[in-house]
């Protein structure tokens, strides 16, 4: 017995288990969806935006330890709440009163561990007043103090970076007025302290500040996290509703009854529920790209579900009994089923090589649950649909329809065959322009831009009208989180992406450190190159050294005692001119450059406007290069080029692993079972047309390759090769039987083409109402996939008899050639 013939016996006998046992294989697998529900409840949740995407990264690491290292108090820590104060002028007395009484209501809390509150309230009222050490004393000094007193103070205050740095850029001293202020509030956080528990704090500190009078938000990654776990469950709410509604239209239409869409629809519903449960037992966090998978398996669900039903319906026809039409259905359906299955698994799978962790999990969880689909629809349906009927035919429950989707005399039949119908005048030509075209496509789709932007994962600043129309329960939470960005990036100087930061760590106690610190300023790449004569324009720990030298005459003495050359740097007793310095109204500027063990130096650098992420990045990668000591490049911009890059490359490597793992998985498969390896390639051809017409559709509609449509070309293949695979698999049953390729494709698509096409409607519309997922990067890959799958259904018609009929003719040569060596 060859190996075919055994795989072959392999599937018989455990269809026959299936058909001959149904009450046990029912049993056992409400027995395993009980187990897997228990699973479901210790799913944890992802609410990092963007954490998880960096994680690991050289560039994130060194981003973490400049913001660690160097000390800003302005500036937000992982343990800190910002409150962002806007209005016309929010540095009138008035203003200042007001948020010092909303600062006395949150440090009264002791379950929001307030251990410090730094803004201009606090140091406006300190100035006047050293001893007001707390809030109220504070409060009562802004109160008390007259509006020339306060107007005063603050013009003294301008030149104090401490100050001027938590105002927004429209600070005017003359007039004295700012439209924006940021306070920091520092928390006292214990040892196993949580994200979960600074959630808690900051949602608290943003429920009392709606409630305060003033234009007062508070801001965190905390209120961030609450924020993208909203997102996550408002999308849900409104995505799966709407994938469940418009899937029960089509599987009304292709059942036509209500006992076999019940079935078809208890198998999705535990293919959902096994799916959580792996991923509650195994530790997988829910992440927003998740949300997509299981939209993903309620389509692959669908379309194993309409054509086990479809197939079992053409069986019954012919006038088999239930049973044995059943096991005939089953028979033919096995094989494909396991082809699909495994091809899906290394399309979705393909994504575990990913360096992303989000993306590597979505390929788990979405392999994970592709197998257990292929297990309840493959297994646990048909026996379902057995023990269904035969309680039907006791208790006398009449079939509604019965009847299969489309047959060679319908409409729709003569339709789906219409492309095989012409191609078989011209079946070269027909593969030539294919490929021609899907070149083409090809060639334009490889210049579609890749992108990694915070406000991908983010609601947008104002939700489309038909979200903000949804009753409850389907109505969303309210989300600030992108306003307050925009708000900061617009009204602050501190927008990491105008800027990028060369961390360095070395000795800067040693003579000439700030020289050599200083010495690649002169000739940098280009895009640094924003300073007169070309130069860069850094900001450093030799800027402030400078620029403290022109405010005191005393310091500056100091510092050009030690300049050996002449340049303004000082090159020697650099130990002393950082001690004076940091002792100076000076010193918390220069903790934002240097660390008090002079180890560790960080430098800003602006860049040029023009530059596009990927020049900036990779000039300061190039920079970093020519410092003395060990350097890296970092900041947003440098961190976001480097996932860009790795999305960029997941994507390519992911595509070509799944079309070399589908590719020798396909031809092995048809090699052994039907001893016809070419129809593997012939099998991926369409599926290949179709991703290479998606790649252009993206790059037309200005859709770009981000953490999740990036997964769309590996994913492409696992979704589109069903389709493939279903229409190959009943054209080989057929080619064995009357060996003419022709009307076996005739016969195929007048039969199972009305299978895929209402497989096709499901899954593209199901999958499409992601689309109405409140962030943008699920909305796209929604509209992506949905393209995907309509792009797969329409070159297996047209692409999928062109190609067969070229392989019966190479097919017919070769046995010709071998039986006239025979002969």
Known sequence: ?????????????????????????????????????????????????TDAFTEGLDEQEALDAVNQEFADPFEPESESTQLIHTGGNVLTQEALVRELRLLEEITQRDDLRVSSVNGPATVVAQTIDPSATTIPEQRRVIERASPTQIRRTIREL????????????????????ASASITVISHDVPAGFTSTNLQEIQTTIQTITNDSPGDIRAFGMGVTNAETANVIVDSLTIVMPVVVLLLLLFLIVAYRDPIDLALGLLALLMTVIWTFGFLGFSGIPF?????????????????????????????????????????????????????????????????????????????????????FTFLIFGLFLPAAKLEVDKLRNAYGVPEFNSAPISSSDSTLGQLLTFPTQVSQYAPIAFVIVLIVSGGMAAAYGSGVDTSFETEDFLPPEELPDYVTALPEPFAPSEYTVTETITLLEDRFSTNQDQSVTIYVEGNFQEDHALEALAAPNEDPPDALAVGDGGSARPTSIVTVIQSQADRDPEFARLVARNDVDGDGIPDRNLEQIYDVLFASPAGDRAAQYLTPDRRNAQVEYAIDASASQG???????????????????????????????????????????????TGLFLVISYGVLEGKPLLGIVNLFPILISIAFLLGTMRFLGLSLNALTATILSISIGLGIAYSVHATHRFVDEFNENADAYESMIITFSGTGGALLGSMLTTSLGTGALALAITPVLGDFGLLTAMSVLYSFVFTIVALPPAVLLWERYHRARANTTLSVAT
Do not use: W
């Open 1 to 49: 017995m060859s190996v075919g013939e055994r795989i072959e016996a392999g599937t018989r006998r455990l269809n026959g288990a299936v058909v001959d046992r149904p009450r046990q294989v029912i049993v056992a697998f409400l027995v395993l969806t009980v187990v897997f529900a228990g699973g479901m409840g210790l799913v944890s949740t992802d609410t990092g935006a």
């Open 158 to 177: 301008q030149g104090n970076p401490r100050f001027s740095r938590a105002l927004s850029t429209d600070f005017n001293p003359t007039s004295v007025s």
């Open 287 to 371: 992440s927003q790209p998740m949300i997509s998978v299981p939209v993903l398996l309620l389509a692959v669900g669908v379309d194993f579900g309409i054509h086990i039903i479809n197939r079992y319906r053409e069986e019954t026809v012919k006038g088999y009994a239930a049973f044995e039409a059943m096991r005939e259905a089953n028979n033919q359906l096995m094989i494909a089923f396991i082809i699909v299955t495994v091809t899906t698994v290394f399309g979705f799978g393909a994504n575990v090589i990913s360096d992303l962790g989000p993306i590597r999990d979505l390929g788990i969880a979405s392999a994970t649950g592709i197998m």
């Open 615 to 661: 020049e900036a990045s990779v000039d300061a990668r190039q920079f970093a290069e020519d410092f003395r000591f060990e350097a890296t490049a970092t900041g947003q911009l440098v961190v976001f080029d480097a996932v860009t890059d790795i999305i960029f490359n997941s994507a390519i490597q992911g595509l070509i692993l799944a079309m070399v793992l």
